[in-house]
């Protein structure tokens, strides 16, 4: 039976009822058996689809897919349980209509990464940490499958002569491909998710991302204004914390968010969303993040919220804080707050323009408020590590002084163990407080620690 199949090495993944389940290995040789139904019922479905699946038309898919992997299972004469039938076309179902041995994945909610390293090794990460899963795709040409699937909807290709792309599932997942010549080991695929139900500030604060302290001094920065950059490496947290952080905007306020790839939920009412939009087939139809901030401009914004500079778009967003659009938020990555303002020179020169140093940090120093820094610790949880204000200029440099700290005093296991506190100092735009009769909680500089 299946003399001419190709054999199948390694396992991978089925979906059955929403859970992620084994390909049923109990049966013998049932590893060796998928990808050949999956391969025949295909051929099948192509011949009567004339080679067009109309995904839109998924219920009508379905019920030929269902019928054609009846029809494979009599020709072959192959008997299975009924659990074991009804996870082989789930399987089949997911590979041909869905994102294939990626399905499981995307449905565990515990998993925020999928790492594609080639077709035989797929990593996840899974609170905070990083680990090996047991999918794998049958060969290349199955994970290139699966890329295409996964961006053709969205108006994306991916070949030799585009071979990376960026791009957001409808769900808001976040995705990146890159395939050979570029990846040497086969096709590279990052998903990063994103949960449907944002995470609250009492989230952040029972998993030790934030401080109580440290939450009511930001709403009030917030409420009074004060203008804020998240900073932290990749996958700290960045554009979850932004996102907390903008709730806190009033509700009656103007909001105009721009971002690569729309990952922000705000809930208030009036909020106007410009996305990053990439050049097409033919290099034309770009419209950078740069551009969109100048256009945000012109949109009566009281508040601009950038997901994250990267480039010259840090001059506009510098002139923006300076000329009235006070309580602007935005993401940058780098290693500590005095590196964030480094990197912010050095975008503003990306921009183009001559300008001298010492004109950049005069506005740097005079834009930007606070530096909110968030880091990813050995066990996996990110926290924020020091929230620091940028007090002026002192000579050529940009002074800083850190209002709150996190001190680590130990690990427990493989927990680490430490606490946020302030340092006891006051910021010196600590006015617009005042100005906007905001009061801020009593004791919240005392250097004690957060609960």
């Known amino acids: 039976m299946f003399a001419n199949r190709p054999a199948l090495n390694g396992a991978t993944a089925v979906v059955l009822n929403g859970h992620a389940v084994g390909i049923p290995t109990s049966i013998e040789g049932v590893t060796a058996d998928v990808y050949y139904i999956r391969e025949r019922v295909q ?17 009508d898919l379905t019920l030929l897919i269902e019928t054609y992997f009846s029809q494979v299972l009599a020709e072959e004469n192959l008997l299975y349980t009924r659990a074991d039938r009804a996870r082989l076309l789930e399987w089949v179902l997911a590979d041909i209509l869905g994102y294939g041995p990626l399905e499981p994945l995307l449905q565990d909610e515990t998993i925020t990464e999928v790492m594609v390293n080639g077709p035989k090794r797929v990593y996840i990460e899974r609170r905070g940490m990083i680990e090996l899963s047991e999918v794998v795709f049958e060969n290349d040409a199955h994970l290139r499958r699966i890329i295409d699937r996964i961006v053709s909807p969205l108006g994306r290709r991916v070949d030799e002569s585009s071979p990376m792309v960026d791009a957001r599932l409808p769900n808001g997942y976040r995705v990146n491909a890159t395939i050979p010549p570029l990846a040497l080991d086969g096709p590279a695929l990052t998903i990063r998710k994103f949960a449907h139900t944002p995470y609250t500030v009492q989230d952040l604060v029972a998993n030790g991302t934030l401080s109580s302290q440290l939450v009511g001094f930001l709403k009030a920065c917030v409420e009074a204004r004060a203008n804020m950059i998240i900073s932290g490496g990749t996958g700290t ?3 979850t914390l932004l996102n907390v952080v903008s709730a806190f905007i009033p509700t009656h306020e103007r909001i105009v968010t721009i971002e690569d790839t729309a990952e922000l939920q705000l809930k208030q009412e009036h909020v106007v969303r410009l996305e990053y939009r990439p050049p097409n087939v033919e290099g034309q139809g770009q419209v950078t993040i740069r551009q969109l901030v100048i256009n945000a401009l012109r949109m009566r914004p009281d508040r601009i919220v950038v997901g994250e500079a990267r480039g010259g778009e840090a001059l506009d967003m510098l002139q923006a804080m300076n000329t009235g659009h006070d309580g602007s938020l935005t993401t940058i990555h780098s290693n500590s707050p005095r590196d964030t303002l480094r990197r912010i020179e050095t975008m503003v020169l990306m921009a183009g323009l001559e300008l001298p140093l010492q004109a950049i940090r005069e506005q740097v ?36 002084q850190d209002l709150f700290e ?19 100092l006051r910021p010196k735009f600590a006015d617009k407080f005042a100005m906007n009769n905001i009061e801020l909680p009593e004791g919240i500089f005392s250097g004690k620690a957060g609960h």
């Open 43 to 59: 051929r099948k479905l192509l011949a009567e689809t004339e080679g067009e699946l109309d995904l839109d038309r998924r219920p």
């Open 237 to 239: 947290g960045k554009t």
């Open 365 to 400: 120093s005079s834009a930007i408020d606070l530096v909110v820094h968030l880091e990813r610790m050995r066990d996996g949880t990110r926290k924020v590590v020091k929230v620091a204000e940028v007090q002026g200029m002192e000579g050529e440099s940009i002074v800083m």
């Open 406 to 424: 996190f001190k680590q005093t130990g690990i427990q296991g493989t927990r680490v163990v430490g606490s946020l506190k302030s340092t006891g």
